[in-house]
């Protein structure tokens, strides 16, 4: 049996009836037979020729490679595939993600016509488990930025408002699940390029723990920078995550192959919500200058909620004072591999805060990013010691509400200035110094119908325990079935 019902949603857009449902339930409905990779495809792209002139979140298509990739996998039994399995569930993937023989430019003039020899990594492993990559999603010129735009595509729009940005530096790939025009997408995460497109778009992603999903390091070796899934809902995140995780022998940091305990199915944990016990929450973490009084009211909200029913609550945070010190000075050596190689060529066509950062990489001592990473280190088991005690940490996503479009980002907020062009991503940069999984989602909205993002912060390596928690948290909200939307 096919379906092939439409119906029509606020402002008279006509929406295919797929794209309402969630990628578990789409998934579910390919293994049954009941639609095939094929109508998902055309659901997809017409739902993206509809949405995307508004918003400008897809800015590559590769429709023909998708329904090459359909008619294949439509050729083997369905009752032949491996739990955790995707069917043909078509994706979205970050455009700092390659995918073979598509356009793959990183956001950047640099790399304005360059076609991907190869796959990624991640884009190999979600295809071998029956995704079926649709298109890749706008970003900031390497990914550097909380906002998206660039020279080569333009800027990505909130489909919450067209006037606000979606972040970064996945913003493309939040907006294009919080407009309906996927399922599922790629991200990856170093200051919170998952975690705050996510919360400006009211979708959820996962920053986890550092290897759980294989890469090919690009720069010296460290757990700063991952990758993780983006979804509409917790379970939907964990669904994509089964499909990400797991053992690769080019990344020693990967979960092994050989282990007596093999990693548990994500989306099983999503399903069975569990109430924490004991939980922190924290609306600044102890190094945000400011925090936005709606951002702040949401988070009360939260906190009296969790009491409400039955969490005990204490307004903690783990000691991340040096946090933000030595993640800028980390990054700044990673971006002497990232970029620094490029300034000779291409100073010229680089956005001013790309040519900053390697500037600044440039000029750091030895000295500094050893001292840095034995910091981040004390860091890390201060951490631990903190989750000895709770099952979570609770903070906001952002310490402001989704801003202009048109803001390279926000110099300052309610009269406190920020320091430099990273300053406002504090709350998202700090905890990645951790090491710990967070897991993105939406918390609320401002009063004038803005989201809120949520930072829940897991145990190390803890990402079965988050996602049950995160699936308690998103039942008590009960906001997550406001997307996919029409954009506004």
Same mark, same amino acid.
């Given at each position: 049996?096919?379906?092939?019902?439409?119906?029509?949603?606020?402002?008279?857009?006509?929406?295919?009836?797929? +794209?309402?449902?969630?990628?578990?339930?789409?998934?579910?409905?390919?293994?049954? $037979?009941?639609?095939?990779?094929?109508?998902?495809? !055309?659901?997809?792209?017409?739902? +993206?020729?509809?949405?995307?002139?508004?918003?400008?979140?897809?800015?590559?298509?590769?429709?023909?490679?998708?329904?090459?990739?359909?008619?294949?996998?439509?050729?083997?039994?369905?009752? /032949?595939?491996?739990?955790?399995?995707?069917?043909?569930?078509?994706?979205?993937?970050?455009?700092?993600? /390659?995918?073979?023989?598509?356009?793959?430019?990183?956001?950047?003039?640099?790399?304005?016509?360059?076609?991907?020899?190869?796959?990624?990594?991640?884009?190999?492993?979600?295809?071998?488990?029956?995704?079926?990559?649709?298109?890749?999603?706008?970003?900031?010129?390497?990914?550097?930025?909380?906002?998206?735009?660039?020279?080569?595509?333009?800027?990505?729009?909130?489909?919450?408002?067209?006037?606000?940005?979606?972040?970064?530096?996945?913003?493309?790939?939040?907006?294009?699940?919080?407009?309906?025009?996927?399922?599922?997408?790629?991200?990856?995460?170093?200051?919170?390029?998952?975690?705050?497109?996510?919360?400006?778009?009211?979708?959820?992603?996962?920053?986890?723990?550092?290897?759980?999903?294989?890469?090919?390091?690009?720069?010296?070796?460290?757990?700063?920078?991952?990758?993780?899934?983006?979804?509409?809902?917790?379970? !939907?995140?964990?669904?994509?995550?089964?499909?990400?995780?797991?053992?690769?022998?080019?990344?020693?940091?990967?979960?092994?192959?050989?282990?007596?305990?093999?990693?548990?199915?994500?989306?099983?944990?999503?399903?069975?919500?569990?109430?924490?016990?004991?939980?922190?929450?924290?609306?600044?973490?102890?190094?945000?200058?400011?925090? !936005?009084?709606?951002? @702040?009211?949401?988070?009360?909200?939260?906190?009296?909620?969790?009491?409400?029913?039955?969490?005990?609550?204490?307004?903690?945070?783990? /000691?991340?004072?040096?946090?933000?010190?030595?993640?800028?000075?980390?990054?700044?050596?990673?971006?002497?591999?990232?970029?620094?190689?490029?300034?000779?060529?291409?100073?010229?066509?680089?956005?001013?805060?790309?040519?900053?950062?390697?500037?600044?990489?440039?000029?750091?001592?030895?000295?500094?990013?050893?001292?840095?990473?034995?910091?981040?280190?004390?860091?890390?088991?201060?951490?631990?010691?903190?989750?000895?005690?709770?099952?979570?940490?609770?903070?906001?996503?952002?310490?402001?509400?989704?801003?202009?479009?048109?803001?390279?980002?926000?110099?300052?907020?309610?009269?406190?200035?920020?320091?430099?062009?990273?300053?406002?991503?504090?709350?998202?940069?700090?905890?990645?110094?951790?090491?710990?999984?967070?897991?993105?989602?939406?918390?609320?909205?401002?009063? $004038?119908?803005?989201?809120?993002?949520?930072?829940?912060?897991?145990?190390?390596?803890?990402?079965?325990?988050?996602?049950?928690?995160?699936?308690?948290?998103?039942?008590?909200?009960?906001?997550?079935?406001?997307?996919?939307?029409?954009? @506004?």
């Amino acid at each position: 049996m096919s379906i092939t019902c439409e119906r029509r949603m606020q402002g008279g857009a006509t929406v295919h009836e797929f +794209i309402k449902w969630t990628a578990t339930e789409a998934v579910a409905r390919l293994k049954m $037979g009941e639609v095939s990779p094929l109508e998902l495809i !055309d659901a997809a792209e017409a739902r +993206i020729a509809e949405t995307n002139p508004r918003i400008n979140a897809m800015v590559t298509l590769c429709f023909d490679r998708a329904r090459t990739q359909a008619r294949r996998l439509m050729q083997h039994k369905r009752s /032949d595939a491996p739990a955790g399995f995707l069917h043909g569930l078509p994706i979205a993937v970050k455009d700092n993600t /390659d995918v073979e023989g598509v356009r793959g430019t990183s956001g950047s003039r640099v790399y304005e016509n360059r076609i991907a020899p190869a796959s990624d990594p991640v884009v190999r492993r979600l295809e071998a488990h029956g995704a079926i990559v649709i298109g890749k999603t706008n970003l900031p010129e390497f990914a550097a930025g909380g906002n998206t735009f660039n020279d080569v595509f333009g800027a990505t729009r909130n489909p919450w408002d067209v006037r606000k940005s979606a972040s970064g530096s996945s913003g493309g790939s939040a907006a294009a699940l919080a407009a309906g025009q996927v399922w599922l997408a790629t991200g990856n995460d170093f200051g919170g390029s998952i975690r705050t497109p996510a919360a400006f778009c009211s979708v959820s992603g996962l920053r986890p723990s550092p290897g759980m999903v294989a890469r090919i390091q690009k720069q010296p070796f460290n757990p700063l920078s991952v990758e993780g899934p983006m979804a509409r809902t917790v379970a !939907d995140v964990a669904l994509m995550f089964d499909a990400e995780a797991g053992f690769d022998a080019r990344d020693p940091l990967s979960p092994p192959l050989w282990s007596s305990t093999p990693l548990p199915s994500f989306a099983q944990a999503a399903a069975r919500p569990e109430k924490p016990l004991r939980v922190a929450v924290s609306t600044d973490l102890g190094v945000a200058p400011v925090v !936005d009084r709606e951002v @702040r009211h949401v988070m009360d909200t939260l906190a009296a909620k969790l009491a409400a029913d039955g969490v005990a609550v204490e307004h903690r945070h783990p /000691d991340l004072n040096d946090a933000g010190k030595h993640f800028l000075t980390l990054r700044g050596a990673v971006y002497i591999a990232r970029v620094a190689p490029l300034l000779a060529q291409y100073r010229d066509v680089l956005k001013p805060e790309v040519v900053e950062n390697a500037e600044f990489g440039l000029k750091l001592k030895l000295t500094d990013v050893v001292a840095a990473e034995i910091a981040q280190g004390e860091i890390i088991r201060r951490a631990a010691a903190f989750f000895e005690q709770y099952d979570a940490l609770i903070c906001p996503a952002t310490l402001c509400p989704p801003f202009d479009v048109d803001w390279r980002y926000p110099e300052s907020w309610d009269g406190v200035a920020f320091d430099g062009y990273m300053g406002w991503l504090v709350l998202t940069y700090a905890l990645t110094m951790t090491a710990c999984p967070v897991l993105a989602m939406p918390g609320g909205f401002t009063r $004038g119908g803005l989201p809120v993002g949520l930072q829940v912060v897991g145990k190390p390596r803890g990402e079965t325990a988050l996602f049950r928690h995160a699936a308690y948290l998103e039942r008590l909200l009960d906001i997550s079935g406001r997307t996919p939307l029409d954009p @506004r």
